[in-house]
């Protein structure tokens, strides 16, 4: 029996080009596993009303992890357009499989490391190397919102917080609401992992990115949570900053940070920036991580222009698998195909066309596999 299960899911578009190179260099380094392959994506909501198929969580559920590529999301009204004929008008609703695996298999935590590789034509500086750390279940994300804003909903606002009363004369139909739910355990257990993280890799600060001047009690409440787990952790320090202020100070001086960490929706506005800083999607990898599970997945989406022209640069899913090896607890494995990564990048003589070369996905892939 291998060591290791892994579901294979490549979704759509340009996920199966890069899930594709992904196995290249997997199968260089030898990696005992069992790769289990699974349906999900845009196909599979158009023919069965699902885009993440029962069958699917099945096979999730029997695996050690998950290696995903990308999939096509549209808007409820255009989803539904594209159903095909027999399934139209039946209730099925869209909605996001890659949120659903999040909140389903209760993946909290999102880590984003964004470092520059020398060579890179696209760094913005080369002496970045971040690492994001985003809450992923909770926050502005969590779904619970309400348009019209139902009349109990708003009689119990009203009764409970002074300060709705300015709303009170807006037509409920002219209300939206979207709530922004943190809880103390999400919260505490985004940042453990942000602090053990930087002991384990030696860095010295953690930034805690959010608002608690004026989002109060969410933003409040995590801030507060991480004063007290910092103090657990006298070797790293804690640096607080506000989120329009940080994403300033990643545009002036981004090589000063080292692990970021914050909530959902700030969490993921940062780790775009990050991404840009370093390359872009072709380079931003990312893993969702829970207690008992984790998916890993490029941060980037199905790009359906380039989908099956193996045109797209697969360093994001290289640097992902690496960050599936790092899980694994098979540092060496990781040490290896990190540094043919970054090998590639430095000759840059074999590059995809982000990178201004002509190079195919699977070119690179090959490329890195005889660095290895
Ligand atoms: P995208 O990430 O798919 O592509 C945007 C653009 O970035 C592409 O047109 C391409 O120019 C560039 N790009 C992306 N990946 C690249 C790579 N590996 N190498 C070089 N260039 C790359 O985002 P977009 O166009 O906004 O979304 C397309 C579809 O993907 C949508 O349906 C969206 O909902 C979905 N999506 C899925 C995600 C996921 O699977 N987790 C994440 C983000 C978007
Ligand atoms: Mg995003």
């Known amino acids: ?59 999730l559920k029997e695996t050690d992890c998950c290696l995903f590529g990308a999939i096509t999301s549209k808007p409820k009204d255009e989803a539904e357009k594209e159903l095909a004929p027999e399934l139209k008008g039946k209730g099925y609703v869209y909605s996001s499989p890659i949120v659903r695996l999040r909140q389903e298999f209760k993946l909290h935590t ?35 919102e309400f348009h019209p804003l139902p009349k109990d909903v708003m009689d119990s606002l009203l009764k409970n917080h002074p300060k709705m009363k300015r709303f009170e004369e807006t037509p409920l139909k002219d209300i939206a609401l979207s709530c922004r739910i943190f809880t103390r355990k999400a919260c505490q257990s985004v940042v453990r992992q942000a602090f053990k993280y930087a002991e384990k890799y030696k860095r010295n600060s953690i930034t805690i990115i959010e608002k608690p001047n004026i989002i109060r009690e969410t933003s409040g409440l995590m801030v507060r949570e991480a004063r007290k787990i910092a103090s657990e952790y006298p070797g790293t320090e804690l640096w607080e900053t506000n989120i329009d202020a940080m994403c300033m100070w990643l545009v002036k001086n981004p090589q000063i940070y080292s692990v970021l960490v914050s909530s959902n929706m700030f969490g993921d506005i940062v780790s775009d920036l990050c991404a840009q800083l370093i390359g872009g999607l072709g380079f931003a990898s990312s893993a969702n991580i829970g207690d008992d599970y984790a998916l890993f997945e490029p941060t980037h989406g199905s790009a359906p222009k380039y989908a099956g022209q193996y045109k797209v640069n697969p360093m994001a899913m290289l640097l992902t698998v690496k960050l599936m090896l790092d899980h694994f607890g098979e540092e060496e494995l990781a040490q290896r195909l990190e540094n043919a990564i970054a090998r590639v990048i430095e000759e840059g003589k074999v590059r995809t066309y982000d990178l201004g070369g002509t190079a195919s996905t699977l070119d690179v892939a090959r490329e890195v596999a005889r660095k290895i």
């Open 1 to 59: 029996m291998a060591k290791y299960k892994i579901a294979w899911l490549p979704g759509d578009g340009i996920g199966n080009d890069v899930m594709e190179a992904a196995k290249i260099v997997l199968d260089e380094l030898n990696l005992d596993a069992e790769y289990l392959p699974g349906d999900v994506g845009w196909e599979f909501w158009e023919k069965e009303g699902n885009p993440l198929p029962d069958r699917t969580i099945k096979i």
């Open 110 to 144: 999102n880590l984003r490391p964004c470092k520059a590789y020398k060579g890179n034509p696209l760094n913005y500086r080369d002496d970045i190397d971040l690492v994001v750390f985003r809450e992923n279940t909770e926050g502005l994300y969590s779904g619970v």
